[in-house]
């Protein structure tokens, strides 16, 4: 019987995508979130903050 063949690296739940491990820091490792999703939340919640503090 033939091995199943994996794939490397990590999906993101965020984009849906399997990226390789260099795509991903720390925490969002952890939590299957790449860095460039990473970075839209936060931009994302900046700016929500912004707008409720306005």
Known sequence: MAKKK???GHF??????I??????????HAAHIC???ATKQKKEK????EEITL
């Open 6 to 8: 994996r794939y490397r």
């Open 35 to 37: 860095k460039k999703c």
């Open 46 to 49: 900046k700016k929500q903050s």
């Open 19 to 28: 990226l390789p491990n260099e795509k991903f820091s720390g925490k969002e």
């Open 12 to 17: 993101c739940k965020v984009c849906r995508q």
